[in-house]
């Protein structure tokens, strides 16, 4: 039997945020847009069709808004690595891939940092 490669993504979630180093970005909050890819054990695939079966992907955008609203983070990488370690903690999590955007803080580009064991 083959092994099934299981991702659940969460793309393009938008947050307003007070993150950065920078003056104004302490005084206004900036659109931040995380993408996370989680790669899943085979043995949390659901065998009957309820949630309760599975894993739901809320749980990954849950982490992400709850980490990323608690506080004033200066790193975006700082912020990523958080959102990744906690993912990871799942015991049916694999690895995953935790992507943050900065799209505003430049006026001819945006920045980003990932993360990934995968």
Avoid: W
């Avoid at 307003?16 to 302490?26: D, H, N, S, T, W």
């Avoid at 005084?27 to 790669?39: A, P």
């Avoid at 992400?64 to 990871?88: D, R, V, Y």
């Amino acid at each position: 039997m083959k092994v099934k490669n299981r991702k659940i993504f969460i793309n393009q979630l938008e947050l307003m945020l007070f993150i950065g180093v920078y003056e104004q970005e302490k005084k206004n909050k900036q659109k931040i847009i995380i993408n996370i890819e989680v790669l899943m054990t085979s043995g949390s695939e659901p065998k009957v069709d309820n949630l309760k079966a599975t894993q739901d992907y809320s749980q990954f955008r849950k982490i992400a808004k709850e980490i990323a609203e608690s506080q004033h983070f200066e790193l975006l990488e700082i912020l990523t690595n958080k959102i990744h370690s906690s993912i990871n903690d799942n015991k049916f999590v694999i690895g995953s891939k935790v992507n943050i955007c900065k799209p505003s803080i430049f006026d001819d580009c945006e920045v980003a940092y990932e993360l990934s064991n995968i």
